[in-house]
């Protein structure tokens, strides 16, 4: 007998996988089908997956394939269901932007509350009037159908918030953000919740043979050894990243335990009843981004969650689904039920957007997005009805209404998409009219591990406050038909025998180093991508789409020309020049060309972190000033125009870093007014200073000027100059220059001048200066991409010139159609 019916399970074993096998095939290429017709429409795939599973449902697979009864036959997926969720969840925190996130916590905590708050409260409301219909047997108190109900409108879908507004590139934005931030939130607190309710109670269908103190034992010691689990990981992480030194995946064996340990670890309160969906998302959030073990780890699992777990994970939803069972006891609950969470959740939010002063069309749309239900209530559907507390009927009907939040949600997502999208489109990205306070996106690209430090040395410098900077995105295109040509030398045979130097040959590996030393040692957040490099046509169209999905506030790009040895600046590949140009063309945000000169006289001073930085510009500046401050030296060039106030709205930005020193020089024509002599004004100080411009010395006046606006003209460049003063040169932040000129000569004698004074001067590209300062320049009309002060600046070729950014500020949008009004992160 005992042989029989081990055969009889082993049977029905293999028939349970074959059967997920088949439908699994079936629903991710049903889904793909369905999607076709539903993405031109902005829809999620989810919402294809869905429809796919319940068609497969329905075609009665499991009778013909499973040919034996045993219990909870019907409960199939509940295993892969909970392996999917631990391994997306861990993705998600992993692939989390905790500053963006933490700047948005204010935010997030009232619309949280106030959602969970008002759909606890209508559920014990209305819990009575629903007794009847939710249970036909009655054979538990109405105060526990309150409890589970109150938890069952309260929760919201982590899962399927998040993986639909990451397909929708919605996690970006600050309504997407505020969306995912939420859900998650609400469901870790349901998921405490459900875990202290279920301890008060015998739940002898979750864990049979144990009472509730036990079980409530067995959470505590789940909990601790989680605890433990996050305490071992960055140091078992960082000896795996040591193991792997100079390569840029690990090894296959030790991926695979990391993997299991993952399911392991998620698994912790599994075991004992309870939910792993907290567990696995803070082991994402506490796992270390820098190494090779975090990108082996996200390399390993984004694919299969992406094209084969989540597509499954949605389709089982379609096929919990009994078309056979449907009556009007099973529609009416669901459909009932549906409305009370989205009354619950409107109300909540409409009570959080009043206080939070945010639109009313955000508040509905957001109640809408956090009824999402999914696979989330499963585990409180079947715990109630194993308990008796409500009929097997009202399970179905909770499946039902979990299908329908879930469904109605894509429309509603595809509203914030496009919403998001025009109001991205149609904003104002411009840094000289971007709020001090407000966060900065960027976007940085590279095309290799030389230019690599330097441009993340730049990005260091902007980001004044690692712990408030959202994740920096480095874009790097690797050349992927570039190969070694000609015979080795004798030291490269020798170098390639070695494992690690040669798996660092590939390039996406040497510019992880770079990466990881600058996450290291500033703390910030750097996400590298890699695509091959397709041609300049190809290449700009994907930087510019990439911004978009980044929803990036500045895009950096590394100018066509590189530096020799020598100082001269050459152009290797022209199609790099052609890219720039495009990318100019396309750019929905500030753009700007850094030109590096790593063989500068005065130091690398843009190769390593600032916080360990010893470059000889450093020690030479403090020599010469004794005990003055010292820093990286940093000037910006005005003319005049948009373009020239761009550059020194980006300049005070990098003012704002301690390690900057910044000085702002003025060209005007004729002869230089000193403001003492304006009765208008009564300046502070002002003093005559100099600087060696190479072969003359330039007299220059500085003003530090702290006066109010009164009386300064309405012009754009006026204003920009005088905040400049007000809040920077008053302040003793910054220095300000005025350079008289006679034309356009006397500009580029100037320009040159500043070789040897400054490791970067940034300059606005040009094209609405004034043109009686850059009329008869040949930079404009031979290298458009720069402009004029830009090539005399940036092809230089003396070792004494520094670095050199060249700034575009995106062209003033047209008046939007519609008017989107989402508070900035408090």
């Not at 972190?609 to 820093?631: C, F, H, L, W, Y």
Request: aromatic share 6%; proline share 5%; glycine share 8%.
């Amino acid at each position: 007998m005992g042989g029989s019916a081990d055969c009889a399970v082993q049977n029905v074993s293999l028939d349970t996988l074959f059967l997920i096998v088949i439908q699994a095939a079936a629903v991710v290429v049903l889904g793909k089908f369905i999607h076709l017709s539903l993405r031109r429409h902005n829809q999620p795939s989810a919402i294809s997956q869905i429809i796919a599973g319940i068609m497969v449902g329905s075609l009665g697979l499991h009778d013909m394939i499973v040919h034996v009864d045993v219990e909870n036959v019907e409960d199939t997926y509940g295993w892969y269901v909970s392996e999917a969720r631990i391994f997306y969840m861990f993705y998600v925190g992993l692939e989390a932007d905790l500053a963006a996130l933490w700047n948005d916590k204010f935010r997030c905590t009232i619309v949280t509350y106030a959602s969970v708050a008002t759909c606890l409260l209508l559920a014990a409301f209305v819990s009575g009037g629903i007794y009847g219909s939710m249970m036909h047997t009655p054979v538990r108190s109405p105060e526990l159908l309150a409890a589970v109900l109150m938890l069952t409108l309260a929760n919201t879908a982590s899962v399927d918030v998040t993986r639909m507004a990451a397909e929708l590139k919605l996690t970006a934005t600050d309504g997407g953000r505020l969306v995912v931030a939420t859900a998650i939130l609400t469901n870790i607190i349901c998921i405490v919740g459900e875990g202290v309710f279920s301890c008060m109670k015998l739940a002898s269908s979750r864990t049979p043979g144990y009472s509730a103190p036990e079980r409530l034992g067995m959470g505590v010691l789940a909990l601790l050894k989680v605890g433990v689990a996050l305490a071992l990981l960055r140091p078992v992480v960082a000896f795996i990243n040591r193991r792997n030194a100079g390569r840029h995946r690990i090894g296959n064996w030790e991926l695979v335990l990391l993997l299991v340990a993952v399911s392991f670890i998620g698994n912790f309160p599994e075991h004992a009843g309870f939910d792993g969906m907290p567990a696995s998302f803070l082991l994402g959030l506490a796992f270390p981004r820098e190494g090779p073990v975090a990108k082996s780890v996200i390399d390993a699992i984004a694919y299969p969650l992406h094209a084969l777990a989540l597509p499954f994970y949605f389709g089982t939803m379609g096929m919990r689904i009994n078309f056979g069972a449907m009556s009007g006891a099973i529609v009416v609950p669901a459909v009932l039920v549906t409305l009370l969470g989205l009354v619950g959740k409107c109300l909540g939010t409409m009570g959080a957007a009043r206080y939070l002063k945010m639109p009313l069309a955000d508040a509905l749309r957001l109640g809408v997005l956090l009824n999402v239900k999914g696979h989330v209530n499963m585990i409180d559907m079947s715990f109630a009805s194993k308990e008796g507390i409500w009929a097997e009927q009202a399970l179905m009907a909770m499946v039902v209404g979990s299908i329908i939040s879930t469904v109605i949600a894509g429309p509603v997502f595809a509203v914030l998409f496009r919403k998001e999208k025009e109001a991205y489109a149609c904003s104002d990205q411009a840094l000289d009219h971007l709020a001090p306070d407000k966060e900065l996106r960027m976007l940085a690209c590279v095309h290799g591990a030389r230019g690599a430090p330097a441009m993340l040395s730049l990005l260091d410098l902007l980001a004044t406050t690692p712990r408030a900077q959202p994740t920096i995105h480095v874009l790097h295109l690797f050349d992927a038909g570039r190969k070694h040509v000609g015979p080795k030398r004798y030291h490269q045979r020798v170098q390639d025998s070695d494992k690690h130097v040669d798996r660092s040959i590939d390039y996406a590996t040497q510019v992880n180093r770079a990466v990881d030393l600058f996450t290291s040692v500033t703390g910030l957040s750097i996400h590298q991508v890699d695509i091959a490099d397709r041609g300049a046509a190809v290449d700009a169209k994907n930087i510019h789409l990439f911004t978009e999905d980044v929803r990036a506030g500045l895009l950096l790009v590394p100018y066509h020309k590189e530096q020799r040895y020598d100082g001269k600046m050459v152009c290797r590949r022209d199609d790099r020049r052609q890219l720039n140009r495009e990318v100019l063309e396309l750019a929905p945000c500030t753009i700007g060309i850094f030109a590096d000169r790593p063989f500068w006289s005065g130091g690398a001073s843009f190769q390593l972190p600032t916080k360990i930085s010893k470059s000889e510009e450093t020690m030479t500046t403090a020599r010469n000033q004794g005990d003055q401050k010292v820093g990286t030296q940093v000037a910006t060039v005005f003319l005049g125009g948009p373009d020239d106030r761009e550059a020194v709205a980006f300049a005070c930005r990098l003012a704002k870093n301690d390690a900057v020193r910044l000085t702002a020089i003025r060209f005007v024509l004729g002869v230089t007014q000193d403001l003492a002599n304006d009765d208008r004004r009564t300046p502070t100080t002002s003093a005559d200073h100099s600087y060696d411009g190479g072969e003359e010395v330039l007299s220059v006046v500085v003003h530090d000027d702290g006066f109010d606006d009164a009386g300064v003209s309405d012009h754009p460049d006026e204003r920009c100059m005088s905040a400049f003063r007000r809040e920077y040169v008053a302040k003793e932040r910054a220095e300000y220059v005025e350079k008289a000129v006679s034309g356009p000569m006397d500009v580029v004698e100037a320009l040159r001048g500043t070789a040897g004074a400054f490791a970067l001067v940034v300059v606005g590209r040009g094209g609405r200066q004034p043109p009686e300062l850059v009329v008869g320049l040949e930079g404009w009309a031979e290298f458009p991409e720069v402009g004029p002060a830009g090539e005399i600046l940036a092809s230089n070729d003396s070792l004494e010139m520094g670095s050199v950014l060249v700034v575009q500020q995106k062209m003033p949008p047209p008046p939007p159609s519609f008017h989107l009004d989402i508070p900035p992160a408090i």
